[in-house]
Nanobody, 123 residues
Framework: VQLVESGGGLMQPGESLRLSCEAS????????MTWVRQAPGKAFEWVAA?????????KYADSVKGRFTISRDTAKSMLYLQLNDLKEDDTAVYYC?????????????????WGHGTQVTVS
């Protein structure tokens, strides 16, 4: 099982960005997937989660609702996170993870499969 994120960068407030996560070596459509972020010195925060293709549906943290959109391309085994109207508080390392929302980090420890993360800096 492998997850590889890309697309991070240095952005200005108000700009948009799309993060990508390439999944491999598992049946991508069968799993819930989540984007989790960690700001400097802070705890993990799940921002967007999408259920398996058969279950359908997505969920967003209040902090990003209306600005971020999670999506997947099952043909390419790709997970995406569209980030619009970026704010300085969005600065964090963003991780793609095979898990569901809060269940990705019980007691602050990573659970399930995570990528190595991609840095998003808004300044």
């Amino acid at each position: 099982v492998q997850l590889v994120e890309s697309g991070g960068g240095l952005m200005q407030p108000g700009e948009s960005l799309r993060l990508s996560c390439e999944a491999s070596e598992f049946s991508f459509s069968a799993y819930a997937m989540t984007w989790v972020r960690q700001a400097p010195g802070k705890a993990f925060e799940w921002v967007a989660a999408t259920r398996s293709v058969s279950e359908g549906g997505s969920k967003y943290a209040d902090s990003v609702k209306g600005r971020f959109t999670i999506s997947r391309d099952t043909a390419k085994s790709m997970l995406y996170l569209q980030l619009n109207d970026l704010k300085e508080d969005d600065t964090a390392v963003y991780y793609c993870a095979r898990c569901w929302a809060y269940g990705c980090y019980p007691a602050g420890e990573k659970l399930g499969t995570w990528g190595h993360g991609t840095q998003v800096t808004v300044s």
